[in-house]
């Protein structure tokens, strides 16, 4: 069976509770209407959004309103992970989900591919980890799923990005994450958020990248903070006959 699927992935969004609100110095509320408005209009069809973290800036239950408002609107079905900013309580009373604090795990599938979600954050820190019990049912359902064609999605980085600042705080046990992604051939990429810069590598087969930020954008290989005047974007993910395709579109948000 061979199956054709496309798939948005977004990042970072960083909503405020207030819409006019700025975040280091854009209009994340106004970047992100622009950014889906795009894809509505260039990807109408697509089979599902993918959300990977920092939904929100302040946590606010207004924050995840406005996000969810702005999602509801495209018309395309979207999942959602939580990142080291997010409030998975407000979350669950926006969103009617019942998710659990570092521990928001799921997977879908779509035809003879499966996406698997797995949440990176720990409980109000900037880094994050995987705990050995989220591991260990990771590999539990690689190992039920030989057959399918993997895509994982998280919010922190799993590979260094040569920014020391950055990699402080980046997924803290990703060399046992990666030697899981090792002994599974059939996982073709591992894609997330949280860098808010375009950082992509292959590894043994397995495809890693990030995505920009829908909100705003951070220069890579710095020794300290620095922005990047590059457009935010999305990344299209292109899954046919067993193959993994994706490319970063970068749309212009002036705000
Ligand atoms: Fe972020
Ligand atoms: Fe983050």
């Known amino acids: 069976m061979t199956s054709k699927h496309t798939i948005i992935q977004i990042s970072d969004t960083h909503l405020f509770g207030d819409k006019s609100r700025r975040i280091n110095g854009f209009n994340s509320y106004s970047n992100l209407n622009k950014i889906l408005s795009h894809i509505k209009t260039t990807f109408e069809k697509a089979d599902c959004l993918m959300v990977t973290g920092d939904l929100s800036q302040d946590g606010t239950f207004e924050s995840y309103q406005h ?17 080291n900013h997010d409030d998975v309580e407000s979350i669950n009373k926006v969103f009617d989900f019942k998710w659990i604090i570092d521990n928001v795990d799921y997977s879908i599938e779509l ?20 705990s050995e019990e989220q591991l260990i049912r990771f590999e539990n359902r690689l190992k039920k799923n030989k057959d399918k064609h993997t895509i994982v999605f998280m919010h922190h980085h799993p590979l260094k990005s040569i ?3 950055m990699d402080g705080m980046m997924l803290i046990n990703y060399e046992k994450f990666n030697s899981v992604i090792e002994k599974y051939p059939q996982i073709q990429a591992v894609l997330y ?41 999305y990344r299209v993910i292109e899954l046919e006959n067993g193959k993994f395709n994706s490319k970063i579109v970068r749309v212009k948000t002036d705000d």
């Open 111 to 130: 035809g003879d591919y499966l996406l698997c979600c797995i949440d990176s954050t720990l409980y109000q820190r900037d880094e994050g980890a995987f």
């Open 67 to 83: 996000i969810a408002n702005l999602l509801n609107k495209i018309g395309i079905k979207y999942y959602l992970m939580p990142g």
């Open 163 to 165: 920014s020391p600042w």
């Open 193 to 233: 958020g949280h860098i808010h810069q375009v950082f992509e590598s292959n590894i043994n087969g397995t495809f890693y990248g990030s995505v920009p930020s829908t909100a705003y954008q951070i220069h890579p290989k710095t020794e300290v903070f620095t922005m990047d005047t590059v457009s935010g974007g």
